[in-house]
């Protein structure tokens, strides 16, 4: 069974510092990783897929990469903004998606 | 493009009685849709995949008979979450994918929010 744990639970940072999200799996079979935002009380909204045999995919100041050996996942965000508040969801794609619980995350003016 | 709507955003109700929820795809036709539900500050768990004109396939653990799901058209897929106590209170999101077994290509829904009194 696919295990995902994102580390940290949370975060506040001031606006502007970089932003570091980790997520981790058991199980490095997997077709592909996913980053999802989600807002509270809200769905989901992909933020970045990296195929497995991709390292990193960036998205303006979004950039994650894939280490798939290891089972590890990075997220940074860069020069972090108010608006870049919200939980941050990495899924592992195999026959369905595993998500990790999300690291929510606080900027602050 | 890509939009999946759910509805209600919020359905409180009181235990016992059974609620629908609906899960629209708005501009395309999903082949597949999934259920999710998730608690609070925890992450999304898989309830069941469903295909259009099929039995819903469920994940282990999840009672078939309390929570129907319905897939009728390639546009609409409701859950009802039949005779619901206290603890079905909780967040459910669904996706839907317009291709068949393609579990990375999922657009997901704003969700609905259960409370059951």
């Known amino acids: 069974k696919q295990e995902v744990t994102q580390i940290p639970a949370a975060l506040s940072v001031p606006e502007g510092e970089n932003l570091v999200l980790n997520c981790s799996f058991t199980?490095?079979?997997?077709?592909?990783l996913q980053w999802f935002r989600q807002d509270p009380g809200k769905g989901l909204t992909s933020l970045l897929l990296?195929?497995?045999?991709?390292r990193e995919q960036t998205s303006g100041r979004l950039n994650a990469s894939l280490d798939k050996s290891s089972g590890r996942s990075t997220l940074y965000i860069a020069a972090s903004q108010p608006g870049d508040s919200a939980t941050y969801l990495c899924?592992?794609?195999?026959?369905?998606?595993?998500f990790g619980a999300g690291t929510t995350v606080t900027v602050r003016a | 493009g890509a939009v999946v709507s759910q509805h209600p955003s919020r359905v409180i109700c009181k235990s016992g009685t059974s609620v629908k929820i609906e899960c629209r795809s708005l501009?395309?036709?999903?082949?597949?849709m999934f259920w999710y539900r998730q608690f609070p500050k925890q992450s999304l768990m898989l309830m069941a995949t469903?295909?259009?004109?099929?039995?819903?396939?469920?994940e282990q653990g999840v009672e078939k008979d309390k929570f129907l799901i319905n897939h009728a058209s390639l546009t609409l897929s409701t859950l009802t979450v039949t005779s619901a106590h206290p603890e079905d209170s909780s967040f459910y999101i669904c996706?839907?994918?317009?291709?068949?077994?393609?579990?990375?290509?999922?657009?997901f829904g704003p969700g609905t929010r259960l409370t059951v009194l």
């Open positions: 990296i195929q497995s045999s991709q």
């Open positions: 501009d395309f036709q999903a082949t597949t």
């Open positions: 996706s839907a994918s317009p291709l068949a077994g393609q579990t990375d290509t999922q657009y």
């Open positions: 469903s295909n259009e004109g099929s039995k819903a396939t469920y």
């Open positions: 899924a592992v794609v195999g026959y369905k998606l595993s």
């Open positions: 199980d490095s079979a997997i077709y592909n």
